[in-house]
């Protein structure tokens, strides 16, 4: 986080900052570690992205009922 925080102070910003973070990663991991740690964040966030739609849709299907029933009632 400290190192978002000082892209933000210095104005670097959009591709710059992303290679920035990039080599810092490269620096910290090493080449050989960076692959592994991009496979576990990429399946991170298909992860999240799989929990977060499927409490969309159970959202909807909520809602779906809940308004035909509605409808019943009328």
């Known amino acids: 986080m400290e190192a978002l925080a000082f ?3 210095v104005g670097i910003s959009g591709p710059v900052s992303l290679l920035f973070i990039g080599v810092v990663a490269l620096i910290i991991f090493g080449p050989k570690k960076l692959p592994q740690f991009g496979r576990a ?3 991170t966030l ?3 992205k799989d929990a977060t739609d499927g409490m969309t849709n159970f959202d909807d ?3 779906s009922d809940e308004q035909s029933q509605d409808k019943e009632v009328k």
Do not use: A, D, L, V
Request: hydrophobic fraction near 25%; charged fraction near 35%; charge should be positive.
């Open 61 to 63: 299907k909520k809602n």
């Open 46 to 48: 298909k992860e999240f």
């Open 7 to 9: 892209i933000n102070t």
């Open 41 to 43: 964040m990429g399946s």
